[in-house]
């Protein structure tokens, strides 16, 4: 069983920075994928990046700007975000999953954190 808690959410303007965190309880942190989604509203929940050990995933959508990192130690996982845009707004999810696959629905989600970036 896992649980995860976002925070680093907020509002921030056009062009600029945030740091997401998630925290996760629970056994063996280090051998589940790791990962973030976001749902704006009207739209459906769509994958952002994950992190698989040593490899990194991300949706096409933010490559270059986003950043997923994991420290195994804490039990902790960051997504970096840059250069945000209007339509990066939306509630952002953490995830875990002991597996990971093309059209990854992962098993542990967050309660999420709110993204709103201002044009």
């Known amino acids: 069983q896992v649980q995860l808690v976002e925070s680093g959410g907020g509002l921030v303007q056009a062009g600029g920075s945030l740091r997401l965190s998630c925290v996760a309880s629970?056994?063996?942190?280090?051998?589940?994928?790791v990962g973030w989604f976001r749902q704006a509203p009207g739209k459906e929940r769509e994958f952002v990046a994950a992190?698989?050990?040593?490899?990194?995933v991300y949706a096409d959508s933010v490559k270059g700007r986003f950043t997923i990192s994991r420290d195994n130690a804490k039990k902790t996982v960051y997504l970096q975000m840059h250069s945000l845009k209007p339509e990066d707004a939306a509630v952002y999810y953490c995830?875990?999953?002991?597996?990971?696959?093309?059209?990854?629905?992962?098993?542990?989600w967050g309660q999420g954190t709110q993204v709103t970036v201002s044009s």
């Open positions: 629970g056994r063996s942190f280090d051998t589940y994928t």
């Open positions: 992190a698989l050990y040593s490899t990194y």
């Open positions: 995830s875990a999953d002991k597996y990971y696959g093309s059209r990854w629905v992962p098993q542990y």
